[in-house]
């Protein structure tokens, strides 16, 4: 626990220097939302609706910052500290090489939740954001879509030979799914081609299940939505543990 | 005489090129054991296999009586390593990783004093990438020297740093080995090796070709500096001849 605490201290102060995380997980949620509530206003999603754009988009713009941590921070920190030998050197320490990798885990975790805190705060305050549905709800999919991401950055970080081809891997998955999954781009004024191609990704079907419990909407609708997510997170969580490389 | 670090017949390949070739020895505590042998003859394997960070083919070793591999947490609270490359996180600074490596540990030492021993006090809120390679090699040392350890493995220890850092290095080492310190270091400094070890052995392509005292290894040799009988015993056989 000493350890943990001491690694979670210094991991924190790291990242933090570095600032990209800041940034993507941080600061871009908050301007998106400031965006879309400046552009679509209290508009209702569509004729008709009960709900208002942003509304609507809300649990798309939570799960930005699980995206930049988990697809683009987790592999590029655990490709450089292996290729760095960080890991090698906790190898002949009393603690575990993987201890390490948990800090980074709780690190990221904790960028989610603060830009859930803050994403939550910008709609309220400036733009009257209504949670119609379950906070539980939306927070058991929210820890679910983190999951998931959280192992493919895992996957991809632990399995890489080196930092550049994880950081090439990386921007594979972050861009496109950043995009086309809705986070940034709203998944409803997609053309519908471009909604299928999205629909194959892991995110696309983590903010669905966001906006059923944000929107209120019958959760029978996105069933498929929670088994391709479990799936994917166990799956790529097994793989990442069976072929993980210290070095 | 107890034995610190017990090696027998230590064998290791890579892709079918064998590494190390029945590499055997013992370290008694309190003992300098100095590995010696060009770059790529085997050293660096060596450690690697006695720490357990790579497995052997064949042969058996012990640290204090303890499998690597099978005792590790347990072994390393009492050993501490210095690799040959430095390998700390960007952006870290002296201070911080200090305390990090102090949190692993259950009974570590005072870092401050060590910092203060090795000249690192005044650097102690600087980052570890801005320090010279001389700071730096010695910042590893005190790392490795956080767990209060028994046995000590310094590779390379003294690469880049200046002849007075390298005498003050010395100087602490000798002693912590009044203190009983065991230490297993490689180094490419005979100077070094002839001040500091007990023990040497000295390796060819994975093979032992000498292992002994120094003055043994003077001795057994046409020379009387160990320099010279270095060169004399890692000598390429093509060299040789031409000689």
Not at chain 2, 178 to 198: K, N, P
Request: charged residues 20%; glycine residues 6%.
């Amino acid at each position: 626990m000493k350890a943990f605490k001491a690694l979670f201290i210094s991991e924190l102060k790291l990242s933090l220097r570095g600032l990209d995380m800041f940034i993507f997980a941080i600061c871009m949620p908050i301007i998106v939302v400031v965006i879309l509530g400046a552009v679509f206003g209290n508009h209702p999603a569509f004729e008709g609706a009960n709900y208002s754009f942003l509304e609507q988009s809300f649990g798309a713009v939570a799960t930005i910052a699980i995206c930049a941590g988990g697809v683009m921070g987790l592999p590029l920190v655990v490709s450089d500290y292996r290729s760095k030998k960080i890991l090698k050197r906790f190898q002949v320490t009393p603690v575990r090489p993987s201890l390490i990798l948990a800090v980074q885990v709780v690190i990221y975790t904790l960028y989610s939740i603060v830009s859930l805190i803050l994403v939550y705060l910008t709609a309220a305050i400036l733009f009257d954001f209504q949670f119609h549905g379950s906070w539980v709800v939306f927070l058991g999919a929210y820890f679910m879509v983190m999951l998931s991401m959280f192992s493919i950055g895992l996957l991809v970080g632990g399995i890489a030979p080196n930092v550049k081809i994880a950081g090439a891997v990386a921007s594979l998955l972050y861009f496109p799914m950043l995009i086309f999954s809705g986070a940034t781009l709203p998944y409803e004024v997609m053309p519908a081609s471009l909604q299928k191609f999205a629909n194959v990704m892991p995110l696309t079907q983590g903010i669905k299940l966001l906006k059923a419990a944000v929107l209120d909407l019958p959760i029978e609708s996105v069933f498929f939505s929670v088994i391709l997510i479990s799936l994917i997170g166990i799956v790529c969580s097994v793989v990442a543990v069976k072929f993980f490389k210290w070095e | 005489m107890e034995k610190t670090i017990e090696v027998n017949k230590l064998c290791k390949s890579y892709a079918n090129v064998r590494v190390l070739d029945e590499v055997s020895f013992q370290i008694s505590r309190g003992e300098v054991f100095g590995l010696l042998g060009a770059n790529g003859a085997g050293k660096s394997t060596t450690i690697e296999c006695i720490l357990g960070t790579k497995k052997q083919d064949s042969g058996f070793v012990a640290v204090l009586g303890m499998n690597p591999q099978k005792e590790r947490k347990k072994l390393f609270e009492r050993v501490g390593v210095q690799f040959q490359e430095g390998n700390y996180q960007e952006r870290i600074s002296v201070d911080e990783l200090c305390k990090v490596s102090n949190s692993l540990y259950k009974n570590p030492l005072d870092y401050l004093e060590l910092l203060k021993q090795f000249g690192l006090m005044e650097k102690q809120k600087s980052l570890v990438s801005e320090l010279s390679g001389g700071q730096r090699q010695r910042l590893f040392i005190v790392l490795s020297l956080i767990p209060n350890p028994e046995v000590v493995f310094l590779d390379e220890l003294t690469t880049g740093l200046d002849p007075r850092a390298r005498r003050e290095v010395w100087k602490i080492l000798l002693k912590l080995k009044e203190q009983g310190l065991t230490i297993f270091l490689t180094s490419h400094y005979m100077d070094e090796v002839e001040a500091l070890c007990d023990k040497i052995m000295i390796l060819k392509k994975g093979k032992t070709i000498f292992y002994g005292s120094v003055k043994e290894a003077i001795s057994s040799s046409p020379f009387n500096q160990l320099e010279d009988a270095y060169l004399w015993y890692t000598k390429e056989e093509e060299e040789y001849e031409s000689v």
